[in-house]
């Protein structure tokens, strides 16, 4: 009995997603600077678009991230992740991690299988072979986009402190995404004054980070659930990355203040 269920759910999953609203569209992008203090240290672009995978049409997410300037020159890191993934589920089929980081490079590619057992999902990876995990996994990069659409538009039910939690593969390991709710926060950005859904991602305390709750994340309170600032308080200080240009949303962004976008 358990095996039906988790194949009639397998089946009906795509059907019962595909009729959700989107909170995005392809040929959205986003640009954030990173500054350390009043130091800019980087850029980030993440791009969204429509793309083919093993002749399925897929979404394709592009999460760029770069040094620039004296920081480039010290550390040069450039890092790129990548995700194909099903417009109709949101889950993954393929994804890339391809980082370089001053002399240190890693690039793996793991390829995603949702369907082929009714109560597991397989995944590839050219660097650590077949692994079975849960079903309805997620990379680094899909389960963002996944919140956007099944979690943050029932954020008027979410109480300070409850929590989301979505199991990915991220760095060829299992690792569950925890993200505590914080509230909602107007903040000041480049783009304007912008209403946030603020979420602490429960860090792994250690070698970077001091607490639990040293990373925070800011979405836009409005459908698009765009992300628009990150805080990484770590042992050396604090690294931020906000936004400063966007292009291609599905839905106009609600913003107090000028906005230069447009």
């Not at 800011?218 to 770590?234: E, G, S």
Request: glycine share 8%; hydrophobic share 40%.
């Amino acid at each position: 009995m358990r095996y039906i269920k988790a194949l009639f759910l397998a089946i009906l999953l795509p059907v019962l997603l595909s009729g959700q609203e989107k909170a995005y569209l392809p040929g959205e992008k986003v640009n954030f600077e990173i500054h350390y203090g009043v130091i800019q240290g980087g850029v980030v672009s993440l791009e969204l678009s429509a793309d083919t995978f093993r002749g399925k049409e897929v979404l394709h997410s592009v999460l760029l991230g770069k040094t620039t300037g004296m920081a480039d020159a010290v550390f040069r890191v450039k890092d790129i992740y990548e995700s194909y993934f099903e417009p109709s589920t949101g889950l993954p089929v393929f994804s890339i991690r391809n980082i370089r980081e001053g002399r240190y490079t890693k690039y793996n590619e793991v390829i995603f299988d949702h369907y082929s057992r009714p109560d597991s999902a397989i995944l590839t990876s050219d660097l650590t072979g077949v692994h079975v995990t849960e079903k309805g996994i997620h990379d680094i990069l899909s389960c963002f986009y996944f919140m956007r659409d099944n979690h943050f538009p029932y954020h008027e039910k979410l109480k300070k402190g409850d929590v989301i939690t979505i199991n990915t593969w991220f760095t060829d390991e299992y690792y569950p995404v925890i993200m505590r709710y914080q509230g909602t926060e107007e903040i000041k950005t480049k783009i304007g004054r912008v209403k946030c859904l603020k979420f602490n991602p429960v860090t792994e305390v250690g070698r970077l980070f001091k607490t639990q709750d040293d990373v925070t994340f800011w979405f836009t309170a409005d459908r698009n659930h765009l992300p628009v600032r990150i805080r990484f308080n770590i042992f050396v200080g604090a690294f931020v990355a906000e936004i400063v240009k966007y292009e291609g949303l599905k839905y106009p962004l609600e913003i107090r203040g000028k906005d230069n976008n447009h």
